[in-house]
T-cell receptor, first 114, second 114 residues
């Protein structure tokens, strides 16, 4: 069974550009969540989707957005990139979306903003 | 708001020895889940062990066990018979029953000495 797949794995963008990251959850998983990991701020929750609906959103500016498709695949978008957006972006999926379900993570997308 | 604290930025242990990683958390909720995740250099988050707050029995997974003290809001991870492959960052995380986001500690870097 394939794990959580994130694309692209590495990318470099210029300040002011926008970026879209993709996440394919484990087959059958309907909940997808996103996290940002930086050396300074650690791991921070971005948002969580279940059945195409955003159920939770972290404390990030409106430049960060996401969506989930009917096949549970998810994308997150960051517009007007800033240097501080350089981070590892982790996607995770879980089976039913119950808070007790085990969450499985992808290998992450490394974003560098120059 | 819930917080998770890992007070040990780095720990080292001799191969085959036992090491304990500390985690404390703060919450006003009574029903929640606690997790230990391992992040090796590949950066993929791997679930080590989980504990449901309403279960008094400490969780165990092979060489990994926890000491869950609900009243003290403490959740430490014990690794027995440490192996070189255990070297990684270890993160403690909290998830409430009513919310779907993981709240993370800052992490503990575990070094295994051969």
């Amino acid at each position: 069974k394939a794990g959580v797949t994130q694309t692209p794995r590495y990318l470099i963008k210029t300040r002011g550009q926008q970026v879209t990251l993709s996440c394919s959850p484990i087959s059958g998983h309907r909940s997808v969540s996103w996290y940002q990991q930086t050396p300074g701020q650690g791991l921070q929750f971005l948002f969580e989707y279940f059945s195409e609906t955003q159920r939770n959103k972290g404390n990030f500016p409106g430049r960060f957005s996401g969506r989930q498709f009917s096949n549970s695949r998810s994308e997150m978008n960051v517009s007007t990139l800033e240097l501080g957006d350089s981070a590892l972006y982790l996607c995770a999926s879980s089976l039913e979306g119950s808070s007790g379900n085990t969450i499985y993570f992808g290998e992450g997308s490394w974003l560098t903003v120059v | 708001a819930q917080t998770v604290t890992q007070s040990q930025p780095e720990m080292s242990v001799q191969e085959a020895e036992t090491v304990t990683l500390s985690c404390t958390y703060d919450t006003s909720e009574s029903d929640y889940y606690l997790f230990w995740y391992k992040q090796p250099p590949s950066r993929q988050m791997i679930l080590v062990i989980r504990q449901e707050a309403y279960k008094q029995q400490n969780a165990t997974e092979n060489r990994f066990s926890v000491n869950f003290q609900k009243a003290a809001k403490s959740f430490s991870l014990k690794i027995s018979d440490s192996q070189l492959g255990d070297a990684a960052m270890y993160f403690c995380a909290y998830r409430s029953r009513s919310n779907y986001q993981l709240i993370w500690g800052a992490g503990t870097k575990l070094i295994i000495k051969p």
